[in-house]
């Protein structure tokens, strides 16, 4: 049943343009965008050279980071579209007419979605590991996996920027609202929800919790961490969630997007 | 054992009632027209019982329910247009369809010469024409040999030769034996097509059963003659005349056929010393028994 669903959604979308423009965009950015770091001669401390983007262990977290930019826009874009472009053309109530029930074509979604993520971490692993062990002199397996924790909070991620992504699709369904509120929300608005809510009423670690910030964490800005050493002046909590907060924050998001979109998808006409 | 059973249907769109504790029972080997005006509630009733829309009250089941909720796997049904994938072709796009019905692999050849599209099957959806994509929409209905086929509106914005293949293809499908459900604005191809009829008006369900059952067998006639007062005076006292009306220049009526002949009424009426100038008898078609319906409901 899963391959079939697989097989059923890569007929519909081998042939779409901006699926697969989304996609060779994705394949082409995601080994490529980590060279930058060679531009970046000069450092901050405390890292030594620009040197250590590329080595292990610290090559997880920099290409982590990158694909934390690039699954949000390519993959989440392309969740959203597996759903609203079959509202335009109908095919989303046609495939339902011809059989299939309604649970079976929300599930085709979700497994697609799984594969992605499935496959997009795979690529990460493989450009992890030859990136690493390229740079990286004298390394030995305990060396390459030292942080291979990273791998599973990477999968996590992208279910995560995927499943906002399907939950715009079904609970929106128009194209252009969608795909604008997928990007704007993880953009523009959180901050903006954070700064009325938070600065304003509340001031405490709860700020952290949103889903785009707790998704975001999983793979943060490296610097970050050492930037959250230094003592505050304002804050007295951390501004990054540790690594099982934002595990647990993001797998309650993400069972909350799901679940939004299945029931929303079950009681709606179509 | 029915096809489908229909029982108490209602939805409501605000205050509107769409459909309005609709009832209906379709058995096998039924040609059923669903007849109404625009916005009569065709397409909702269709759509509900299709899983596309949500009924606020009511219920409604495929083969006495031994499919489940797999019914639509053995239904080919359109919906008021075609919908396809826009970039794919005629056999990409009959293949999602037989990926979904679950059917064995097939060559779509033969289906596409039925509807007369084998020789476009390798142009994309989007390049063919309106009354292309609703043969192709009728191609893909065949697939897995449905029990049940659904059309709504099938010849809506087609030209007329669109509109003779059309009709042409679903009077096969219909002879063929298949149960078929056809929601029309159109008397005329309902008449022509199917074997039951139901007509709908405002969602609710006005009179349905055989087309030889609504289309009664009354014969309209129009009558005159040189004194018009004297022949109406004359018809109303005839038991097997009804309906009579005077219109400009004749007076029409309804004649029971089972009771008297045309020819038994104009000696009837002779012998009242009444000559016609104007003897015409017609069936009393589909569009007569439908607009006396609707206007009295």
């Known amino acids: 049943m899963i391959i079939k669903l697989l097989r059923l959604e890569y007929t519909k979308f081998k042939k779409n343009a901006v699926i697969s423009l989304l996609v060779f965009m994705f394949l082409l950015t995601m080994p490529t965008v980590i060279f930058i770091g060679k531009e970046f001669k000069d450092v901050p401390p405390p890292l030594p050279n620009n040197e250590v983007f590329f080595t292990f262990p610290m090559v997880w977290d920099y290409q982590g980071y990158i694909g934390n930019w690039l699954v949000f826009f390519f993959l989440g874009l392309i969740s959203v579209f597996i759903v609203v472009n079959e509202v335009g053309y109908k095919t989303f109530r046609q495939n339902i007419i011809t ?167 079950m009681k709606r006409d179509i | 054992m029915p096809v489908l059973q229909i029982d108490n249907l209602t939805k409501r769109y605000g205050k509107i009632k769409a459909v309005d504790n609709l009832n209906l029972t379709i058995d096998p080997g039924n040609v059923y027209g669903l007849l109404g005006p625009n916005g009569s509630g065709k397409t909702t009733t269709l759509g509900i019982i299709l899983d596309i829309l949500r009924q606020d009250e009511g219920s409604y089941q495929w083969f006495d329910g031994q499919h489940g909720d797999h019914a639509r796997l053995h239904i080919g049904a359109i919906l008021e247009t075609p919908n396809f994938y826009p970039y794919l072709n005629a056999e990409e796009n009959l293949e999602i369809v037989r990926q979904i019905k679950g059917v064995k692999k097939q060559d779509f050849n033969e289906l596409l010469e039925i509807v007369n599209l084998a020789h476009r099957k390798k142009s994309a959806f989007r390049t063919y024409s309106l009354g292309m994509k609703q043969r192709l929409a009728i191609a893909a209905t065949m697939i897995g040999d449905p029990k049940v086929l659904i059309f709504d509106e099938p010849t809506n914005g087609l030209d007329p030769q669109g509109i003779a293949e059309v009709r042409n293809i679903l009077k096969r499908i219909a002879d063929m034996g298949n149960t078929v459900i056809m929601a029309s604005h159109i008397l005329d191809e309902v008449e022509k097509i199917c074997s039951h009829v139901a007509i709908i008006k405002n969602g609710k369900l006005l009179a349905t059963g055989p087309v030889g059952a609504i289309l009664n067998d009354d014969v309209t006639l129009e009558l005159n003659s040189g004194d018009k007062i004297a022949l109406t005076h004359a018809l109303h006292e005839m038991s097997t005349v009804s309906a009579i009306s005077d219109k400009e220049h004749w007076v029409e009526c309804l004649l029971d056929e089972d009771q008297m002949s045309v020819e038994e009424l104009n000696r009837s009426l002779f012998e009242r010393g009444i000559i016609l100038t104007r003897l015409v008898a017609r069936k009393r078609r589909l569009e007569e028994e439908f607009l006396a319906i609707t206007q009295n409901a």
């Not at chain 1, 252009?176 to 809510?197: H, Q, S, T």
């Open chain 1, 99 to 265: 059989g299939m029930t309604r649970q079976q074509y929300y599930l085709s979604k979700v497994i697609t979605v799984v594969a992605l993520a499935i496959a997009a971490t795979l690529l990460y692993t493989v450009i992890c590991l030859g990136i690493g062990m390229y740079h990286t002199e004298g390394w030995t397996m305990s060396d390459a996996f030292y942080n291979s924790w990273a791998i599973p909070r990477f999968f996590l991620m992208s279910i995560g920027y995927m499943s906002f992504g399907l939950f715009c699709g079904f609970v929106i369904r128009r194209s252009g609202v969608a795909v604008l509120l997928y990007l704007c929300y993880m953009i523009m608005l959180e901050p903006l929800i954070k700064w009325a809510v938070h600065f304003r009423v509340i001031q405490n670690n709860t700020i952290n919790y949103y889903p785009s910030n707790c998704i975001e964490d999983l793979m943060p800005f490296p610097l970050y961490r050492f930037a959250d050493m230094v003592p505050k002046k304002d804050l007295d909590f951390s501004f990054l969630l540790t690594y099982s907060q934002a595990t647990i924050g993001s797998i309650v998001w993400i069972a909350i997007f799901l679940g939004v979109a299945y029931y929303s998808f």
